[in-house]
Nanobody, 129 residues
Framework: VQLVESGGGSVQPGGSLRLSCEISGYTDSSSCVGWFRQAPGKEREAVASYYNGHQGTFTYYADSESVKDRFTISRDSANTISLQMIDLKPEDTAMYYC?????????????????????WGQGTQVTVS
């Protein structure tokens, strides 16, 4: 399983970016994909996750009003999960990673915890200044 992020860049405060995570080698019909970010000097934190499977489709967001109001996770295609970010702020500056749960571990809960995710991309840099 490989995950490749794209869409990062430099924007001014108030700008928008759409990050994409392309997943290959994942053959299961159910999936849980998450977005995480790590700012310089800080620990990696969860942003949002997306479950798609037999139980339906569920999205989850970090317990942060700032994230919930401005970020939207969605599925663009069978192999692509995106994170739309609007009204970006300097504190959103970070490396953004997407991650996926192993097929045999996929849960509709799609918990926003690093330990729940088995495959990781290399990240895409977002800079807001």
């Amino acid at each position: 399983v490989q995950l490749v992020e794209s869409g990062g860049g430099s924007v001014q405060p108030g700008g928008s970016l759409r990050l994409s995570c392309e997943i290959s080698g994942y053959t299961d019909s159910s999936s849980c994909v998450g977005w995480f970010r790590q700012a310089p000097g800080k620990e990696r934190e969860a942003v949002a996750s997306y479950y798609n499977g037999h139980q339906g489709t569920f999205t989850y967001y970090a317990d942060s009003e700032s994230v919930k109001d401005r970020f939207t996770i969605s599925r663009d295609s069978a192999n692509t999960i995106s994170l739309q970010m609007i009204d970006l702020k300097p504190e959103d500056t970070a490396m953004y990673y997407c991650a996926a749960q192993a097929p045999w571990l996929v849960s509709p809960l799609c918990r926003l915890a690093e330990i729940e995710f088995n495959y990781w991309g290399q990240g895409t840099q977002v800079t807001v200044s």
